[in-house]
């Protein structure tokens, strides 16, 4: 079997419960939505990257000492051959996140930390894409994280109703963290967000890749 794949990648986790744990990216191509603050554009082409099969992704990732996988996008779960892929990639010892944004529910899937990040209106999308139902799924079959990337203090009143759509969400697994391009911006921001997790019970989440690389790609 064959999966496009935009690429293949070693670097810290960036962001959320593991932030700061070695591990290796697995970025799928394509993606149907367009977040205007999307800092992986070059995945949103289906065809973006090349075919891998996946006996090559295995060997690629083997390369790698770390027990910590990351499947990526691009929108992993829009495509149809998840399943098999990360049900081939798992083994004894094996840790997998998926990071998706939450706009389809899979069930039964070698999933260690289902990583949802709900799209607000800051993303400049329309309301569809922030589907409940779907997420509320999610939230009940897997082990979960929500991230919300925070732009300007109006988000915090969203995100209060997001959660209150979706019922019961531990606040320790609800993270906030800094819209941001480069490290002076994730500055300006980080600092009154942590103190909004501080009042709310949120975690703060940074952003390493912003943080130490810059927003390089590959990091």
Not at 49 to 64: A, H, L, P, Q, T
Not at 68 to 97: C, F, N, S
Not at 146 to 167: N, S, Y
Not at 188 to 215: H, N, P, Y
Request: glycine content about 8%.
């Amino acid at each position: 079997m064959k999966i496009q794949i935009s690429e293949i990648f070693y670097s810290l986790q960036g962001e959320g419960r593991l932030s700061g744990i070695p591990s290796v990216f697995v970025r799928l191509s394509g993606c149907p939505l367009r977040c205007r603050w999307c800092d992986t554009k070059y995945a949103w082409d289906y065809k973006a990257g090349r075919e891998f099969e996946i006996e090559d992704v295995e060997k690629e990732i083997s390369n790698y000492d770390t027990p910590y996988l990351v499947i990526t996008g691009g929108e992993p779960m829009v495509h149809p051959d998840l399943e098999e892929l990360v049900g081939k990639l798992a083994r004894k010892g094996r840790h997998i996140t998926i990071e998706t944004s939450g706009i389809r529910s899979i069930r039964g899937l070698a999933c260690d930390l289902m990583s949802i990040s709900p799209k607000l209106s800051n993303a400049g999308g329309p309301k569809e894409w922030f589907r409940p139902d779907e997420i509320k799924k999610l939230l009940k079959d897997y082990d979960y994280q929500l991230k919300f990337v925070v732009d300007r203090p109006d988000d915090l009143d969203e995100i209060a109703v997001c959660l209150e759509t979706l019922g019961t969400v531990e606040p320790y697994k609800v993270y906030l963290m800094p819209q941001a391009s480069n490290r002076t911006e994730y500055l300006q921001k980080a600092l009154w967000i942590a103190e909004s997790c501080l009042k709310t019970g949120f975690s703060f989440s940074g952003r390493l890749q912003v943080m130490l690389w810059d927003g390089q790609r590959g990091r």
